[in-house]
Structures are given as C-alpha cells and as structure tokens.
C-alpha cells in the first residue's frame, strides 16, 4: 500500500471526507453563533485586560477567543448551505436566504465598524478604553473576521423555517 492510499483511507477513517465533500445535511444553527459571539467577547476581554501582563487570565481569555474562532469557521461549515457542490447545486431558496443574509450581515458589520471608529477617536477625550497593544488590534481584527463568518450564519438560520417534529423519534 502507498503513502498515498494510507492518507486516503486515514481521511475516510477520520470522517474529514464527510466535511470535505459536504456529505451532511446542513442544520440550522439558531443559537449557536450567539454563543460564539458572547465567549469570543469574554476572550476579547480578558485578553485586553491583561495584555501588557500576561498571565492566566490572559491565556484563558486567549483560549476562549481563539477556539471561538474556530468555532466560528466550523458553525459556517455546518449551518445553512452557502456553497454549492458538484452534486447538489443551490437551489431558488438557498440563493436567495444567502443573498439576503449576507447582504443584512455586511451592513450590520459595516454599521459596527463604523461606530467602532467613532468611538476610538473619541475614546481618548473621554477617557473610555481602546486598544493601545498592536496585539490588542489584531484580535480585534479577527473578531470582526469570526462576526463576519458567523452574522450570516445567524441570519440565515432565523431566516429558515422550523423543522418538521417527527413523531417517530
């Protein structure tokens, strides 16, 4: 057996194929990225308050920000279908909860963004926190990266109808 037939039957073992070639049945993740959300703020919080000491609360807050990161990118992958595949393509309905949550989820960013920027100028003058530590703006330059990724998860999700109850489970 080959290298790379032992890698071939290593992702298949795995299960990373089912992800790969989107062999699952998208879920609406209704909660979820609201969850993400709050404990990449948390993580975002204890960072910044501790940056120019790092200590455990630090790395705590590190870990929550950067697993909620990455769970972020997984909650895009498993929620509602926002890329096609060879074999299934996007449907009417699917393009059309795409295009309107990302166009809802790219104003609520853009307005975000911008109030963010009135507030660090001002922050000074009123003596509130901004980031000083260049690391301090790089996590907040991912930040906005995961609520891009996750907003239109989120929106996409309220938008789907509820599942049908089965009565047989």
């Known amino acids: 057996m080959t290298l790379l037939e032992k890698m071939d039957r290593a992702v298949y073992a795995t299960g990373i194929d089912r992800i ?6 998208p ?23 501790n940056a120019s000491f790092p200590d455990r609360n630090f790395l705590i807050g590190w870990a929550l920000f950067y697993s909620a990161f990455l769970a ?23 393009l059309m909860v795409k ?24 922050a000074d003058l009123l003596g509130l926190w901004h980031p000083h530590v260049v690391t301090d ?22 938008m789907q109808p509820r599942p049908l109850v089965d009565d047989e489970d």
């Open 20 to 25: 790969i070639f989107m062999k699952f049945k």
């Open 27 to 49: 879920r609406t993740l209704r909660w979820t990225p609201l969850v993400v959300l709050a404990v990449m703020v948390a993580g975002y919080v204890l960072m910044a308050k």
């Open 72 to 94: 972020a990118a997984f909650a895009r992958v498993f929620g509602p279908r926002f890329t096609a595949t060879a074999l299934s393509p996007l449907d009417e309905r699917e």
């Open 99 to 122: 295009a309107r949550a990302h166009a809802v989820s790219g104003v609520v960013v853009a307005s975000f963004a911008m109030l963010g920027c009135f507030y660090m100028a001002s």
């Open 137 to 158: 703006w790089v996590n907040l330059g991912f930040g906005l990266q995961a609520v891009g990724m996750l907003l239109p998860t989120l929106i996409a999700s309220w």
